[in-house]
């Protein structure tokens, strides 16, 4: 029987959602959890490898407000029963990860290859003042930023293009070559959201482009330096990259 799940979790002190030798992840919190409450349900061949299969990546430091992920058990049990049980395994690992959604799927689901789209949120919280209360939930930029400006700059993102301006230098995506569906940029008080979705991601390319406006926004950049970045395929053009705090993962679709 396989499982999608839509997990949430707060990145802060984890390596990323995949699988690490030496820290704390998301999946690896996960799996822990299958094996404590399914040992004898989870199958013996499938456990030589992942267990719990993610539509996507997040890096250190990344938070999931929807990720989703799915596992195979040779059991068929409740929806609601499952979400229970993880959710208790993961409360006695400390795990800052929860279950919030179970459902029965076709063996022909996958998590990441069946997925139609991803979105992200990025949040900024842009005052003078350092916060207390969202420390590792934003990325706090103390000078104003000129939002409208932020705006203009961010429409010659849109559509189909060459990123590799906004490519980190590990990605392993075959194409620079991506389609950014959409790239929202919404100021409510002193928090700046930026709402972007597209099929699939470069390494970095949410977090590059939000430090590269960012830059417009203070200054730094103008409006046709995007465009002129965007148009060189040079990382070393581009602005800084956005720090993890800032980034959720907020929806996949199918």
């Not at 061949?45 to 993610?54: C, I, N, Q, S």
Request: glycine share 6%.
């Amino acid at each position: 029987m396989r499982y999608k799940i839509v997990v949430e979790y707060d990145g802060t002190n984890l390596l990323g959602w995949q699988w690490q030798p030496d820290g704390n992840s998301a999946q690896g919190f996960l799996e822990a959890a299958l094996h404590r409450a399914f040992e004898k349900f989870i199958d013996a061949d499938a456990d030589k490898g992942a267990l719990v299969f993610g539509a996507g990546r997040t890096d250190a430091g990344v938070h999931a407000l929807a990720q989703v992920a799915h596992f195979d058990l040779n059991l068929n049990i409740e929806d609601w029963k499952l979400r229970e049980a993880l959710d208790a395994n993961l409360r006695d690992l400390e795990a800052p990860v929860s279950v919030i959604e179970v459902e029965k799927v076709n063996d022909d689901f996958h998590a990441r290859f069946s997925a139609k789209g991803r979105g992200y949120i990025y949040r900024i919280l842009n005052r003078r003042a350092p916060t207390v209360l969202l420390k590792n939930r934003v990325w706090w930029v103390p000078v104003p930023l000129d939002v409208e400006k932020m705006k203009q700059a961010s429409k010659c993102l849109l559509g189909k293009h060459n990123f590799t301006s906004f490519r980190a230098a590990a990605c392993q995506a075959k194409s620079p070559i991506k389609t950014l569906d959409k790239l929202d940029i919404i100021q409510d008080g002193e928090e700046i959201r930026f709402e972007v979705e597209a099929r699939s991601f470069l390494h970095h390319q949410v977090r590059n482009f939000v430090g590269t406006l960012k830059m417009v926004g203070d200054g730094h950049l103008t409006v046709e330096d995007v465009k002129r970045i965007l148009e060189a395929k040079d990382r070393k053009q581009a602005g800084v990259t956005a720090p993890a705090e800032g980034l959720y993962l907020s929806k996949v679709w199918y």
